[in-house]
């Protein structure tokens, strides 16, 4: 029966490229979670606009839903096909449509990567502000449905805020053009917002029209080590109130260890219990001034300022190399964020809320906390079996959860929902809001066909 | 029968604060449009958020409609009520609810005049920057609800780029607490989004978190007389590609011959046919540089830097003064907006094709430009009624929705859809999108009690 689909898929778009083979089914039906099973019905690489259309059309009449496909390393379960879906790829659309220099709006299609566009940003002379590790694999397209944060939020926003335009294919099968790179429309409900961070629950973002900045004046690369968690967000503000800041991330001495292990020089003599990375606009007078008021307070007990690009960028893959060092531990992740000025109170109840259900559990913090968005890492013992690990882990994720709420906090601040943030959604969100999104989905996708079981049920 | 219904809303709120004198039924009816004869049922007047939602709860139980009312400076006749509604006023609501230093996050009720909320960021050394003329009575409810613009767009973005949070009761009588000022949070649908330019019909805007920013560095105020339409965009890219734009204005002789006659003083000692006003970071000497290259190349014939902060207010008032000025001609206003790209192209079209529709008529010209917003005020000319010029207006605003179309632009910029540009939506957003805004409203106010007739039918 399954065949029989397939072959009307086949003869409604005959110049389609579709895969079934069992290692394809495989490698297109995951992602960097690595939690499910994957098991899609097919792949369809569609390269136009309109063969997104045809899909989704074929899709409704034959009730088969469709997973949206980018670069697959999300880190919520977002893009996996572990139930028969067809795994729709934008893999083979990675083109620029549009560049203008007037307004300098870039338009391309959705699958290309991000690394890609900040390519072709810095060839025009100016930069696509968006930002992190994994930026060779993700696609545009994915990091506007997840509203990708990364290393520069700090000073330029996520993703929404460089969204000038999108062109979707929605659950119904319309083709919406939504904003159209206007900077200024009070037309009536803003659709490309809703779109933003949707998850492919709502449609298949097909082209993305991004504006683009100035690039950031050169900066100096700093490398702070602290005594104590509690040190570092008057170190943040110490540096934000004084100095220009590009970005401010943070990092634990476990989070370090892995780094090293993975080949990384390490910074100090000594070991110290958490690490600041930051960049600051290059002005080194007044960064050694902050440097030195921070050591007399007792907040800072060693630093590094990088003397070249290169110093800089060995700086950076401490930071940078975390999430990759990480993986062969098979971490379980949380990415939670709270208003900055709760973060002490919060920071402290999460502590001792972990290290009581994480006795034995190595814990990597690390994160951007300069936007009050944490990375939580829990390391799998070897001996442990993935299930019992995941299970323990969800444990402790409910009572993080329940602690976000009491702190106004938010579950997912970059990586989205997903499949493996579903379960804690309502403590993040009202069961009003959690109604109201349901009824928006029903609008923009009536047959439940567009990724179904992801962000909620 | 309206009085047993108000007898209902009396007995359930007894504190709360409700009009029906014929005076406060004219004044709370209307808004800057005066193109509709106001005749609401009454005005209420809460003072709390669970007010607020007794008050849908009513409305719904009745089938009574609610207009939600700020400042009413409108310009779209979002916030009339001609039709027996209850005007739901936030007048009563104008406190501060919270401020924090760290996040430097500002929470108002959303009765709050943009002026006061202006003058509390600047009590903390900081700005709120989305600043226009009517900022004294505006209400910063009313600036979400538009999604306004005004004069620093082009360096700080609209009003939707500064909401960090809104408490909003909707339609369902949910209160809803949105994204709760987390700078990250990819949880879901982002709400908060589309409460932004709902103009009232989704639900009530109760609380307001805005970002305040870092203030501005000192400006230096230029006036430039120019001598063409075409001259306009080469020196607004010569001004932003060599100095940091804080912002930059255009107006008509005609525009300046109604602030004059209104008593403003003349800039130059003859009139020319086009005038820019630009704010610049202080650095008069590339201001000069790129002045005199402006002037080689034919595209300045005039200009003047302000040598004081009275000059540059004197050269702003220019521009500001001209929506006040223009008044008496209770003028048909034209709030459009393409990409800066198309602006030369649009502008060609558009000239030509009100030039022949309004042969007689007195056309002022001006706005923000830099982002893509022109404002085409028509004026009425004495001898004619009030109803045969909107009907001539109203002819030529068709076409100029067309010529939009054409080349990618939308009919309301910063002023919303109201009454006034509904019957153009479906030239700026196509059916499948006007379809899916249907759906939506119907999710958040059920039973169409929210400001209905507003955007679309």
């Given at each position: 029966m399954n065949a029989t689909i397939l072959d009307d898929l086949r003869a409604a778009l005959p110049q389609l490229s579709l895969l079934t083979e069992a290692a394809d089914l495989e490698h297109y039906g995951?992602?960097?979670?690595?939690?499910w099973t994957p098991a899609p019905l097919a792949i369809a690489l569609p390269t136009t606009v309109e063969e997104i259309a045809a899909i989704v059309r074929w899709a409704r009449e034959h009730k088969i839903a469709l997973v949206p496909s980018g670069g697959?390393?999300?880190?919520?379960?977002?893009?996996?096909?572990?139930?028969g879906e067809l795994v729709l790829s934008l893999?083979?659309?990675?083109?620029?449509l549009e560049y203008d220099p007037v307004d300098r709006l870039l338009t391309v299609q959705a699958g290309m990567a991000l690394e890609t566009l900040r390519s072709i940003a810095a060839g025009h002379?100016?930069?696509?502000p968006v930002d992190f590790a994994a930026r060779g694999s993700a696609s545009i397209g994915g990091t506007v449905a997840t509203n990708a944060g990364g290393i520069q939020v700090l000073r330029h926003g996520n993703t929404r805020e460089w969204i000038a335009g999108l062109t979707v294919v929605d659950g119904r099968g319309e083709v919406l053009r939504l904003n159209?790179?206007?900077?200024?429309?009070?037309?009536?409900?803003?659709?490309r917002h809703l779109f933003v961070a949707s998850e492919g629950t709502l449609g298949v973002i097909a082209e993305v029209t991004v504006r683009l900045a100035d690039r950031d004046p050169p900066a100096s690369t700093v490398l702070f080590a602290l005594?104590?968690?509690?040190?570092i967000m008057p170190v943040f503000a110490a540096l934000r109130d004084r100095l220009r800041l590009q970005s401010f991330e943070f990092f634990d001495a476990c989070a370090l260890k892995h780094v090293l292990h993975a080949g990384a020089h390490a910074p100090f003599d000594q070991p110290y219990p958490y690490y600041a990375i930051a960049d600051v606009d290059a002005d080194e007078a007044g960064l050694l001034e902050v440097f030195e008021a921070c050591v007399n307070e007792g907040r800072v007990e060693d630093g590094l300022i990088a003397a070249s690009d290169a110093q800089a960028s060995a700086l950076w893959r401490l930071r940078e190399g975390i999430t990759e060092s990480l993986a062969p531990h098979t971490p379980y992740k949380n990415d939670v964020v709270v208003r900055t000025p709760r973060m002490p109170a919060f920071l402290a109840e999460a502590q001792s809320l972990l290290g009581a259900a994480y006795p034995d559990f190595e814990v990597a913090w690390f994160g951007?906390?300069?936007?009050g968005n944490l990375h939580i890492n829990i390391l799998k013992p070897a001996a442990l079996s993935q299930a019992d690990f995941v299970q323990a882990c969800e444990r402790a994720t409910k009572l993080l959860s329940e602690c976000l709420q009491r702190h106004g906090g938010?579950?997912?601040?970059?990586?989205?929902?997903?499949?493996?943030k579903k379960p804690y959604l309502h403590q993040t969100r009202s069961d009003a809001e959690i109604a109201a999104m349901r009824g928006i989905k029903a609008v923009f996708d009536p047959d439940g066909i567009m990724n179904p079981g992801k962000v909620f049920d």
């Amino acid at each position: 029966m399954n065949a029989t689909i397939l072959d009307d898929l086949r003869a409604a778009l005959p110049q389609l490229s579709l895969l079934t083979e069992a290692a394809d089914l495989e490698h297109y039906g995951r992602d960097w979670t690595r939690r499910w099973t994957p098991a899609p019905l097919a792949i369809a690489l569609p390269t136009t606009v309109e063969e997104i259309a045809a899909i989704v059309r074929w899709a409704r009449e034959h009730k088969i839903a469709l997973v949206p496909s980018g670069g697959r390393t999300g880190l919520s379960g977002g893009a996996v096909a572990a139930n028969g879906e067809l795994v729709l790829s934008l893999e083979k659309m990675r083109s620029t449509l549009e560049y203008d220099p007037v307004d300098r709006l870039l338009t391309v299609q959705a699958g290309m990567a991000l690394e890609t566009l900040r390519s072709i940003a810095a060839g025009h002379g100016l930069q696509y502000p968006v930002d992190f590790a994994a930026r060779g694999s993700a696609s545009i397209g994915g990091t506007v449905a997840t509203n990708a944060g990364g290393i520069q939020v700090l000073r330029h926003g996520n993703t929404r805020e460089w969204i000038a335009g999108l062109t979707v294919v929605d659950g119904r099968g319309e083709v919406l053009r939504l904003n159209r790179g206007l900077v200024k429309n009070s037309s009536g409900y803003d659709l490309r917002h809703l779109f933003v961070a949707s998850e492919g629950t709502l449609g298949v973002i097909a082209e993305v029209t991004v504006r683009l900045a100035d690039r950031d004046p050169p900066a100096s690369t700093v490398l702070f080590a602290l005594p104590s968690f509690a040190a570092i967000m008057p170190v943040f503000a110490a540096l934000r109130d004084r100095l220009r800041l590009q970005s401010f991330e943070f990092f634990d001495a476990c989070a370090l260890k892995h780094v090293l292990h993975a080949g990384a020089h390490a910074p100090f003599d000594q070991p110290y219990p958490y690490y600041a990375i930051a960049d600051v606009d290059a002005d080194e007078a007044g960064l050694l001034e902050v440097f030195e008021a921070c050591v007399n307070e007792g907040r800072v007990e060693d630093g590094l300022i990088a003397a070249s690009d290169a110093q800089a960028s060995a700086l950076w893959r401490l930071r940078e190399g975390i999430t990759e060092s990480l993986a062969p531990h098979t971490p379980y992740k949380n990415d939670v964020v709270v208003r900055t000025p709760r973060m002490p109170a919060f920071l402290a109840e999460a502590q001792s809320l972990l290290g009581a259900a994480y006795p034995d559990f190595e814990v990597a913090w690390f994160g951007h906390i300069g936007d009050g968005n944490l990375h939580i890492n829990i390391l799998k013992p070897a001996a442990l079996s993935q299930a019992d690990f995941v299970q323990a882990c969800e444990r402790a994720t409910k009572l993080l959860s329940e602690c976000l709420q009491r702190h106004g906090g938010s579950i997912s601040a970059e990586h989205g929902i997903g499949l493996v943030k579903k379960p804690y959604l309502h403590q993040t969100r009202s069961d009003a809001e959690i109604a109201a999104m349901r009824g928006i989905k029903a609008v923009f996708d009536p047959d439940g066909i567009m990724n179904p079981g992801k962000v909620f049920d």
